[in-house]
């Protein structure tokens, strides 16, 4: 199912001899609409196949056919290129080849996966395995190369230098791009190291995806003039505008962390060829719901959109953007034959699936004879600590800050603020639940060691008797653990590490819910429906515990992501994304 596999030459001539309407086509698809996204017109034509790739169009009833050739009557269905997602994220608590087996029976038949999480949860030796297996995924998956992991020098590692770096490249037709530079302002600083690593991927690919939020005038410019390609963070219309006229690929976001099409409806009303519509990442409960591709391409038209337009977004131009297009991303002769069956163009959520001239999923089921997919990937970077103890979370307060502690303070979904907080307690180091001051720890893999952060957390609104730990912890994945008991903060940890990675929740002194993620720590095997129905359990528990977030797990993850405003937490204590500093770390030194 990959097409980096050499065409024979015996396979070129044939389907040169099938449009030339000397050699019978190997499958002929009659009465059918044909989208043709170059024009963005419905033609009347048949599709003629030779092998996996189109050989030719024509008006119906002129295409030469022979005894071997299989004929499929669509009956008036309208066919569209398959759906290509230019920015997704394949490693949302569920693997790339789970996840590649949900989407493409709703009709995502390419994605460019930016791997920037699962590579350093699964580390070099796993990250080159998924690589490796991504050319058995019954979707063409292309792959970013992670460039800053983790995003700054507080870890204290880089975990994909330049040589490693230099070694992933040499998978040339799998990786497109370098993936997402969430730190970009180490640009903007002229950090040499990061710096080399763009120059050497922008050699090899010619892109670089773009992380750029907050970024404009002369900012923006650096990173443009630095090899930025593409943006998926326009949150208002000028963000959308000022990208293009540099000439960025601008992604427009409708999925489970963000949302922007309605702000952003005008560049939905009529097509623009530098436009590329996205997710940015769907949990498995949405996916299971919802659909994939489809369903943004639902939430495109209910904002207005013209179906046409955007279903050209979604296949064209991503294939055109990462270099594919004699592959990928329309209905013409050569490219391969991999398209949706569609009962009208304003609802598409496929019929029929077909990847490579073969069906793959009918009315949103699995029909191939393909067998489940199942990957065995090594852990490359696993949990190297045995047990923790209390003492692993001891705190003292810290001084020097007489407007109050500066805690990281929950905002939404991803972004943090700060809350200066006044420690009412007698016990030095003691969280605060009635004022939900909850501690917060950061554990290094390979040990307290190698690095502890410890700090607090407001706003997550759970009780002062709950303990959460995940393996989950992006964008590092090392081991974060929050509540108000060190004891009992100790025991979820643990609970974690004997999984080998996941999540675990604790109330009360005993264990309410455990998931394990062995998969890299921070992916489940399980199926996609297994998964969502997790999720939604989890969510349910942390909420019933007092949580007013939306989706705690989420939230949770994402409080050591030090590329978003503006307090986090890392294994050298909390950190200011904005002034680019640790401000403290309260982990008790003597114990």
Sequence with gaps: MTFWQKETFPDYKKRIRVALGKHAPDKVFINGKILNVFTGEILKQDIALSGTRIATLRPPGNHVTGEGTEVFDLKGAVVVPGYFDAHAHTDLFYPPWVFARSVVVTGTTALFSDSHDMANGLGMEGFLKVLEAAEVFPVRFLSGIPLASPPYPVEGEDLYDLAKVKKILKLRGLIRSGSELTPWVKVVREDETLLKKLFTVLEATGRLEGHTVGARGEKLDALVAAGTTSCHESMALRDVEERLRLGLHVMIRQGSIRREFDRLRPYLKAYHPRIMLT????????????????????????????????????????????????????????????????????????????????????????????????????????????????????????????????????????????????????????????????????????????????????????????????????????????????????LAANEVLEMGGGVVVRSQGETLYRWPLPVGGMMSPQAMEAIARTLKDLRGILKEKGSRLPDPLWTFGFLSFTSILRLRITISGVYDVQKGVILYNAKALDT
């Design 279 to 490: 997710p940015d990442g769907l949990f498995a409960d949405e996916i299971v719901e919802k659909g994939y591709m489809d369903y943004v391409l639902k939430e495109a038209i209910r904002y207005g959109a013209d179906p046409a337009s955007v279903i050209r977004m979604v296949t064209l131009n991503p294939a055109v953007y990462f270099g594919l297009e004699r592959h990928l991303g329309a209905l013409a002769p050569g490219r391969l034959a991999d398209f949706n069956i569609l009962s009208d163009l304003s609802d598409p959520t496929p019929r029929e699936v077909w990847v490579g001239g073969e069906c793959l999923a009918r009315e949103g089921k699995w029909v191939a004879d393909t067998p489940y997919f199942h990957a065995k990937i090594p852990n490359g970077r696993p949990f190297e600590i045995s047990t923790l103890d209390a003492g692993t979370f001891k705190a003292r307060y810290p001084a020097g800050f007489p407007d109050g502690i500066p805690v990281i303070d929950v905002v939404n979904h991803t972004v943090t603020g700060i809350y200066e907080w006044t420690p009412g307690g007698t016990v030095d180091g003691a969280a605060d639940p009635a004022r939900d001051v909850m501690k917060l720890a950061l554990i290094h893999r390979r040990g307290p060691e190698a690095g502890v952060g410890v700090g607090y957390v407001h706003g997550f609104g759970l009780d002062g008797r709950t303990q959460v730990a995940s393996s989950v912890a992006h964008e590092a994945h090392n081991l974060l653990v929050m509540g108000a008991d060190d004891s009992e903060m100790a």
